[in-house]
């Protein structure tokens, strides 16, 4: 169990360094908070008692050598912390390689009960095209098809280099071929017990290479590749694949050879996982696959200019008019993915990117908010996109109030919801709730330390997401409570975590921001803006908004009665359609 720090720890020469007056009552202050955050490391739930303990104690901080004194005890924690919870990070890295594979992936204990999956592979959960029983196990519709999968799920376990085919199906909603095979460095590496990974994706008559990609890849003949691909098609085993190619058995084991000795596998299981994951052009794969899975489709790349990757999802109708999402401060581009039916409706296709180290988005670090219209920019010139509108969600305003001032001869509108202003003073911030209040502030006078307390928060978000939400949404209005319970906020919740999937240094460097001067004069801007804003919206205040009202020339404000932060969620129809009409 961590301590709070030593006299020698805490250094007797800081209590030289505080005044006089009161002497006493801010040594003890500043022992309750070094206290605190050791505390915090052990139980990250205490985080909101620490960030009120900090926002309190910012006349502690008053001198620099202090602050800088206090950092250190936050560097320390969160050493010490990553030391006790390095498993957790491992699984964090291995979560995020299997979210990069165009593939649906499950990663399973030997009872076939759920370790891990991918993102794909959670929308097959959440589609029913396979389901989890009440002890977390995967199962099929079929209790023989579910029995057969666990047999060979706990084979699997047991050899090394094991793997077996198997479709699992629902009716007329279609078929899964499901690849089992053992996973034997994941046992050594983040569990004490064997896992096996399962590769799953839609049962048709091509396997998701074609014929073309794989003589291309591995230099096969083209009757190699047509085996290959229907043994990762519709074919579970060597027979059934020589068969449907029209070749004998033993002719197609001399086939596999070749085919083994060329890309450099031992065995079919090595094979089969090669070229569900390896190095194929995996462009078509992933449309494909994404298209079957699930649509919209929810993570895009393009390369920008500068060599950065730049992520973005896709939502609705993909020929209709072109929206620019820009996503919240704690946001990404997952976070209007809860009704895509109304986009469709409008002919509507909308393009949701993740800002700079959001989600899978490459990081930029110190850059300038200003230039972000440089890398929609190019977005939509890759996607052959002209001319398109902007819609804004909470901390996103700021983004969309840069494009309308970089590139206005390209926007045909912007729809600000739920806007929470721009340059706030001092009074404005006074306005908004304590969570808020004590965040932006510290953030705006203390920002090195605001920096360490978002990476403490960080860890409890991670890990108890539900904590976090009861203490940003206490003191909320009853709509957006209502919204907070329905099903639909299960979409922010996903958001929340893919914000941070880096860590939070882009999302601190964006808080820092909100609170600094941003040299955006909105009387400058020209673009055709609709303000959509709850009248009790209790996280960007009325007041706050109405500066921006007054100070927009070529705005409208539609303020909705008995309605919060989060009405982007009741409102949908009538922001899309409002949208689709400018």
């Known amino acids: 169990m961590l301590k709070s720090p030593t006299p020698q720890l805490r250094g007797e020469w800081f209590y030289a360094m505080l005044p006089t007056m009161s002497a006493q009552s801010q040594i003890q202050a500043y022992d309750a908070l070094t206290s605190l955050i050791y505390d915090t490391a052990i139980d990250q739930s205490l985080w909101p008692k620490l960030l009120e303990q900090v926002s309190e104690s910012l006349h502690l901080l008053e001198e620099a050598d202090v602050e800088k004194f206090l950092a250190q005890h936050f560097d320390r924690a969160l050493h010490l912390n990553s030391q006790t919870n390095g498993q957790q990070t491992k699984n964090s890295a291995l979560q995020d390689i299997i979210n990069r594979l165009p593939i649906a992936v499950f990663v399973v204990k030997a009872d076939a009960s759920l370790f891990m999956s991918n ?270 509108s902007v819609l804004t969600f909470s901390g996103g305003s700021l983004y969309g109030l840069i494009l309308a001032r970089a590139i206005p001869e390209r926007i045909q509108q912007l729809s600000l919801v739920s806007n929470v202003g721009l340059n706030l003073t001092d009074k404005e911030l006074e306005s908004t709730r304590p969570f808020n209040r004590r965040m932006l502030k510290l953030a705006r006078k203390r920002p090195s330390i605001f920096r360490l307390m978002l990476r403490i928060m960080s860890i409890s978000l991670k890990h108890n997401i539900t904590q976090y939400i009861e203490v940003n949404h206490g003191s909320l209005c009853e709509s957006d409570h209502h919204i907070i319970e329905s099903e639909r906020f299960s979409t922010l919740k996903k958001s929340y975590a893919e914000c941070i999937r880096q860590g939070t240094n882009e999302m601190a460097y964006e808080a820092i921001s909100y609170t600094q001067h941003v040299d955006i004069t909105l009387s400058d801007i020209t673009v055709p803006t609709m303000i959509w804003q709850g009248r009790e919206d209790h996280i960007a205040p009325l007041p706050i908004i109405q500066r921006v009202i007054h100070e927009l020339p070529n705005s409208e404000a539609n303020i909705i009665d008995h309605e919060g932060h989060y009405l982007l969620f009741t409102y949908w129809h009538e922001i899309i359609k409002q949208l689709k009409t400018s």
């Not at 199962?139 to 479709?167: A, P, V």
């Not at 919240?328 to 990117?353: K, M, W, Y």
């Open 119 to 388: 993102e794909l592979a959670q929308q097959l959960i959440d589609q029913k095209q396979i389901t989890l029983n009440t002890c977390n196990e995967l199962s099929s519709f079929s209790k023989n098809t579910t029995e057969k999968l666990h047999r060979i799920i706990n084979n699997c376990s047991r050899d090394k280099q094991g793997g077996e085919y198997i479709s699992v199906s629902k009716g007329e909603s279609g078929s899964l071929s499901l690849w089992v095979s053992s996973t034997d460095t994941l046992h050594c590496e983040i569990s004490d017990e064997r896992l096996v990974t399962i590769y799953a994706s839609p049962k048709q008559g091509n396997s998701v290479a074609s014929i073309e990609m794989l003589m291309q890849a591995y230099s096969l003949t083209r009757t190699e590749s047509r085996l290959l691909q229907a043994l990762t098609g519709s074919s579970h085993n060597l027979a059934e694949a020589a068969n449907s190619i029209g070749v004998k058995h033993h002719t197609a084991r001399g086939y596999m050879k070749n085919i083994m000795l060329k890309t450099r596998t031992n065995s079919q299981p090595e094979l089969l996982k090669l070229i569900l994951t390896g190095p194929i052009p995996h462009a078509d794969i992933k449309q494909t696959l994404q298209t079957s899975v699930s649509e919209p489709k929810p993570c895009l790349t393009i390369k920008l200019f500068d060599g950065r990757q730049l992520a973005y999802a896709e939502y609705g109708d993909p020929k209709g008019f072109s929206v620019i999402y820009c996503h919240a401060l704690l946001g990404s581009r997952l976070e209007c993915d809860f009704n895509t039916q109304a986009l469709v409706h409008n002919n509507i296709r909308l393009i949701a990117p993740d800002r700079p180290g959001f989600g899978y988005s490459d990081s930029l670090p110190d850059r300038d908010p200003l230039l972000w219209y440089k890398d929609i920019e190019e977005l939509t010139d890759q996607l052959g996109i002209d001319k398109f």
